[in-house]
């Protein structure tokens, strides 16, 4: 038997022992006239009870009613009060995020302006195929050359160096590379480096090649001799004579370079500093959010009202609200 079943079989044994109920008390008040007394008293005073209980209630609706009447007034003053205290002060507390904010973006912007002078007097200028100049510093796969006023380059073509082997270049030695025989030295790669040579090195070109000299000394290593040859193609002699262009340029004015990129770090810091020092704006906006939120006379005095009101209107209509 399934539970719908079950269900159904206690309903019909509730409402026939119900039914049975009422049936036998019927009859034995119409046998017995004193049961049927008690019982018609019972249901005289429910009945009373009942309509005792529903015309308190709709005296208790009618005292709310009153009351909530005579304190209407006093509390939409309060509300009104508390509403234009809460909008003064959450004006001076906007004023204070909006000032913060700007503050804030201010900073950021000039920490910007700073991050952007490094990066102009570091930024990359040319490449030739690894090797690659910077604005302070020159790299290559094995160094980091920090630009200085002793670093110089030259751009010389093949035939004038194998003709003649030991000239100006004296720390390298230039072969002319014989197809099927000797290969010639990879384009735009690095031969020589930081440090005194002890032998010549050599360099193997064909006659349509060039080579891109680099010397000075490296300063931050001691002012340990700097010898570096890079051998290139037609594919790198454009990017290797404006390589060299760049870096005697940018060697020969270096000092300059140097003092002028710290004066505007220097001036981009004392900007900086200002700028996080000048909060008067904002320690003003806040001392105005302190003055709002101790301003609280009008509400004081509206639910001073209010509390007048509610006590005028207790004793009138014997209403008391919990």
Do not use: W
Not at 20 to 42: C, G, H, T, V, W
Not at 77 to 91: C, E, F, I, K, P
Not at 290 to 310: I, K, L, N, P, S
Request: proline share 2%; hydrophobic share 40%.
């Amino acid at each position: 038997m399934d539970f719908g079943m079950i269900l159904v079989i206690i309903i019909v044994i509730v409402v026939a022992a119900a039914a049975a109920f009422f049936i036998l008390r019927q009859r034995r008040m119409n046998s017995d006239p004193a049961y049927a007394a008690r019982i018609n008293e019972k249901r005289k005073i429910r009945d009373q009870e009942r309509q005792r209980k529903k015309v308190e209630k709709a005296e208790l609706r009618a005292q709310k009613a009153r009351y909530q009447e005579a304190i209407a007034p006093a509390k939409t003053g309060l509300q009104q009060a508390r509403q234009a205290y809460n909008s003064r002060v959450g004006r001076a507390e906007d004023e204070v995020k909006k000032l913060t904010k700007e503050h804030d973006k201010a900073i950021k912007a000039q920490e910007k302006s700073i991050t952007e002078i490094e990066k102009r007097y570091s930024q990359n200028i040319v490449n030739v195929g690894s090797v690659k100049l910077f604005a302070d510093r020159i790299t290559t796969k094995d160094n980091t050359i920090m630009l200085n006023s002793t670093l110089h380059a030259y751009l010389d073509a093949a035939p004038d160096l194998l003709a003649a082997p030991n000239g100006k270049h004296s720390e390298f030695r230039f072969i002319e590379a014989v197809e099927g025989e000797t290969k010639p030295t990879s384009s735009a790669s690095v031969v020589g480096g930081i440090g005194q040579l002890e032998t010549q090195l050599d360099v193997y070109l064909t006659q349509g090649m060039s080579c891109m000299f680099i010397y000075g000394t490296a300063i931050d290593r001691g002012n340990a001799p700097i010898n570096i040859c890079v051998p290139v193609n037609e594919k790198h002699v454009g990017d290797a004579h404006s390589f060299t262009q760049s870096l005697n340029q940018l060697a020969e004015n270096y000092e300059a370079t140097m003092q002028k990129k710290d004066q505007e770090l220097q001036e981009a810091a004392a900007t900086l500093d200002r700028i996080r020092e000048d909060t008067a704006a904002i320690e003003q906006a806040q001392a105005a959010v302190e003055r709002e939120r101790a301003d609280t006379a009008e509400v004081e005095a509206a639910q001073a009202r209010f509390d007048e009101a509610d006590r005028q209107a207790r004793e009138l209509t014997g209403y008391n609200p919990r």
